[in-house]
């Protein structure tokens, strides 16, 4: 009698490698980082360039473009290879202003639609995995105790970049 075993088939792997860069808020994360815990902005590097997320008061676009590793008042903590994708760099950007229309400045929260949800979303669509968890951690915490936060901190905005690039909306 033949046994016969399936093996689960391996997803393709794109060519080109995505990246997602971390950035400290905040110099307590020396600390907090070695707890699982933490306040980062994060872009994602894809081609040479990098994509993040920041808050304005418009209804345009709240995608930006950065130099790798070098996103203006953050300071750089470090470099995760999340996968590969097989889109090139003007797939990459035609998916970019295409994502723009879901993420406004204006729609950008602390807690529930930040640059970390960004992240996550196009790390997804582009390798079919997420970002590490450690990195959005303390915003999925405040979602549980969203009703005890100060209003304030609800209302949190982190600046966006500017870019010499906008996307359409």
Not at 37 to 45: R, T
Not at 63 to 85: A, D, H, M, N, Y
Not at 95 to 121: Q, V
Request: hydrophobic share 35%; with cysteine; glycine share 8%.
């Amino acid at each position: 009698m033949c046994t016969m075993v399936l093996m689960p088939r391996k997803k393709k792997v794109g060519s080109v490698p995505v990246y997602l860069n971390v950035y400290d808020l905040t110099p307590i994360n020396g600390y907090a980082y070695w707890l699982g815990l933490g306040i980062y902005h994060s872009g994602v590097q894809v081609h040479g360039v990098e994509y993040g997320f920041g808050a304005h008061d418009h209804s345009a676009t709240g995608i930006f473009e950065v130099e790798p590793k070098q996103c203006p008042g953050f300071s750089f903590r470090k470099s995760i290879l999340v996968g590969r994708t097989d889109l090139g760099p003007k797939d990459v950007r035609s998916f970019m202003e295409k994502l723009a229309r879901d993420y406004s400045g204006n729609t950008y929260h602390l807690i529930t639609k930040n640059c970390n949800h960004f992240c996550n979303d196009v790390c997804i669509q582009l390798t079919g995995k997420p970002i590490p968890r450690w990195v959005n951690r303390l915003a999925r915490l405040g979602l549980l105790c969203n009703c005890v936060l100060p209003v304030e901190l609800n209302e949190t905005k982190i600046r966006q970049v500017r870019s010499e690039v906008r996307f359409n909306r």
